[in-house]
């Protein structure tokens, strides 16, 4: 049995995050989709919400499980028995960042590979910031993330742009 863990901030979870785990768990037998509580950082969304909402986008695949961690991701992949650390890649641009950090894990867990799943085209220019920032100034998201993700975002955001 292949184990895979698919980790993000998902703050919040777009179509491209929707679609990589859709095309990651077609390879694995079981895939978790790990949502990073970070201390040092102020998401938009607290860790359980973001949990929450990647549940109900994900709800039509088995196989398939959302939970928190915090800390080093390969202490989760070494926890869980991760063989394998799935990631999308959007463009170039993040072709650095993510190669430092598989690199970085391989170092610290060589028994985990961390394969890439190349976004779709339709979905290569989507960022969870920039859904935030169109949110913030009452722009349309819905091309972008799922309906109940949308009107999470509306819910936070009063018609000031000030979070509520
Ligand atoms: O969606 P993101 O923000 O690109 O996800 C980044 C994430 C969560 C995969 C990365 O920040 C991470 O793995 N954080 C956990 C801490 C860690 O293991 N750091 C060392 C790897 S460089």
């Known amino acids: 049995m292949v184990l895979a863990v698919c980790p993000g901030s998902f703050d919040p979870p ?3 995050h ?3 785990i859709e095309r990651a768990s ?3 037998d079981r895939l978790i989709v790990a949502v990073l ?3 040092a950082k ?3 969304f607290a860790v ?3 949990v929450t909402l990647l549940k109900e986008a994900l709800v039509h ?3 398939v499980e959302v939970h928190s961690f915090e800390g080093l991701l390969v202490d989760l992949a070494r926890q869980r ?3 394998v650390i799935v990631k999308g890649l959007r463009s170039t641009s993040d072709t650095g960042y993510e190669l430092q950090m598989a690199d970085i894990n391989a170092t610290l867990l060589p028994e985990t590979d961390t394969l890439f799943i190349a976004a779709s085209p339709r979905w290569s220019f989507v960022s969870s910031s920039m859904v935030k920032e169109i949110a913030r100034y009452g722009g349309d998201v819905t091309n972008f993330v799922p309906g109940h993700v949308a009107a999470a975002l509306a819910r936070h955001f009063s018609p000031n742009g000030d979070k509520v």
Do not use: K
């Open 14 to 16: 777009t179509n491209g």
């Open 18 to 20: 929707i679609d990589v």
């Open 26 to 28: 077609r390879h694995f």
């Open 37 to 39: 509580r970070n201390p």
């Open 42 to 44: 102020a998401p938009l």
């Open 48 to 50: 359980e919400e973001r």
């Open 61 to 63: 695949l088995s196989g």
């Open 81 to 83: 028995g991760a063989a």
